[in-house]
């Protein structure tokens, strides 16, 4: 469960129809605010926040779970990551988590068009434009390989449009595009509006549990 909660708060065949819709476009913060659960458990948050400027972004990411079994805590996870973007690619990082007592760390900068990463595991460089595990940001759709924030590896990844189908955001009937993203075994359903906003997450976690986020309402 716990590479799968790993991947998942860091949230390809090319997609070529889709118009991406630039997540630093907007000139006000967005925040995601979801609703964690494990079957029919909640179990926490994870809240992304976004703050734009111009092509540049910077991102806050909080996560805190805890399973329960009876009148214990199972399983505890904090993570917080803020993030500096500038057109579409991760330019600086500071990740810190708590995985069930467990301290891992991954930070870094651009340094001449190489993202230098320093984590609990070493340093590596990685070349190009270096994208995350942000579900919030619709270019995610045509990765081929995404950077797991909470461990530093860099992940092959692929993605694919399943479909439309209605999603029940808060009483409200949405039309909704599902994705779903593979990668190392692990299978993760997203759901998109039609102007490409994130509305929901789902998996199922090795233990054969289901996780699934709840958005609590939709940025503005």
Not at 39 to 49: A, F, K
Not at 98 to 120: A, F, R
Not at 127 to 145: E, I, K, M, N, S
Not at 148 to 168: F, M, P
Request: aromatic share 10%; hydrophobic share 35%; net charge negative.
């Amino acid at each position: 469960m716990n590479k799968k909660l790993a991947l998942l708060i860091i949230g390809l065949c090319s997609i070529f129809w889709l118009t991406p819709i630039n997540a630093v476009t907007h000139h006000s913060p967005q925040q995601w605010r979801f609703k964690v659960y494990l079957d029919e458990q909640m179990i926490g948050y994870h809240t992304v926040t976004v703050n734009p400027e111009k092509t540049r972004a910077t991102v806050q990411v909080e996560a805190s779970f805890d399973v329960k079994f009876l009148f214990f805590t199972a399983y505890s996870y904090l993570h917080n990551t803020q993030e500096t973007w500038e057109n579409n690619c991760i330019k600086t990082i500071d990740s810190r988590t708590n995985d069930n007592g467990e301290i891992l760390y991954v930070t870094g900068q651009q340094e001449n068009q190489l993202l230098v990463l320093n984590t609990h595991a070493g340093t590596q460089s990685l070349p190009g434009c270096v994208r995350t595990f942000a579900y919030w940001d619709p270019h995610l759709l045509q990765a081929r390989r995404l950077l797991n924030t909470q461990t530093g590896e860099y992940l092959d990844v692929s993605i694919t449009y399943i479909g439309d189908e209605d999603l029940n955001i808060n009483g409200d009937a949405i039309v909704a595009r599902r994705y779903r993203l593979l990668s190392e075994n692990i299978v993760i359903d997203l759901w998109y509006s039609e102007s490409m906003q994130w509305l929901a997450l789902q998996t199922t976690t090795e233990s054969g549990n289901q996780l699934r986020y709840q958005l609590e309402q939709l940025p503005v």
